[in-house]
């Protein structure tokens, strides 16, 4: 049965009620919904890559909602339910964060910087600090202090895993979920549709900037950083 339907994917109940599966759409939507595409084997894409993603990140000691790939589109993952967060972090300056202060692309931080966004579309995703979320019962001082660490861990191991591949990883959002026991994971999807990723050597954006500023074929792009993981 199917119990959500976002821009790019679409969660359906199982028959374990523990577990719910992912498909992944084909659309690709920006600018709060503005802009929008189909975009043929984007979703297998995404799938793909979210899949060796979260795989590493098992390995790395990383709890996420993930229990196995079923088919081309959908994945089969632990039952949680999303805190209506955005996690971002970024590591070179780039897209909302130039917009909203100023700041020219492409300059390398010192540190990474970690962000939160309200997950409501209906608000544009506003940015929020810890006492907003706090103080709209969005999270706990504990679960944000987790967060906060824990996004910068996955940042850590995901910078490494991409540089391997001579990608930068430029920024991400993550969204994480309360499981049965209370107990938070990584959870949605990491791909090029919530990651920046740009090639070392040339700065060619492989990730869905492409889509957003018209800056290549998307697919073409995604292939790449499939092809990279996979050598
Ligand atoms: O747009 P902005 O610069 O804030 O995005 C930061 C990072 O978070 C980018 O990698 C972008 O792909 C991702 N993001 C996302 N979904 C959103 C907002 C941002 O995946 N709703």
Redesign the pocket.
């Known amino acids: 049965m199917l119990l959500y339907e976002g821009k790019a994917k679409q969660v359906y109940s199982t028959e374990n009620e523990n577990e719910f599966i992912v498909y992944f759409k084909d659309d690709a939507t920006a600018f709060n919904g503005e802009k929008k595409a189909q975009i043929s084997s984007k979703g297998i894409l995404n799938n793909k890559i979210s899949t060796i993603i979260f795989e590493m990140l098992h390995k790395e000691q990383i709890e996420t909602h993930f229990v196995k790939n079923i088919s081309e589109r959908e994945m089969l993952v632990k039952k949680v339910e999303i805190l209506p967060l ?1 996690v ?1 972090v970024r590591n070179i300056t ?4 130039c917009k909203r202060y100023g700041v020219e692309e492409g300059i390398v931080l010192d540190e990474p910087i970690f962000e939160l966004s309200y997950k409501n579309d209906a608000y544009g ?1 506003p940015m929020l600090n810890d006492d907003h979320a706090v103080a709209m019962k969005l999270a706990t001082r504990e679960e944000l202090q987790f967060l906060r660490n824990e996004a910068l861990k996955i940042n850590e191991i995901m910078k490494e895993f991409f540089l391997k591949m001579n990608l930068k990883l430029v ?3 993550l969204e994480f979920g309360k499981d049965s026991k209370g107990n938070i994971i990584l959870a949605d999807e990491v791909s090029p ?4 990723l740009w090639d070392v050597d040339t700065n060619e954006k492989l ?2 900037d492409r889509f957003r500023r018209d800056l290549g074929d998307l697919v073409q792009g995604y292939e790449e950083v499939l092809a990279r993981m996979s050598n």
């Open positions: 955005e971002i780039a897209g909302s964060f995703d920024d991400f959002k549709d919530t990651c920046r990730d869905k």
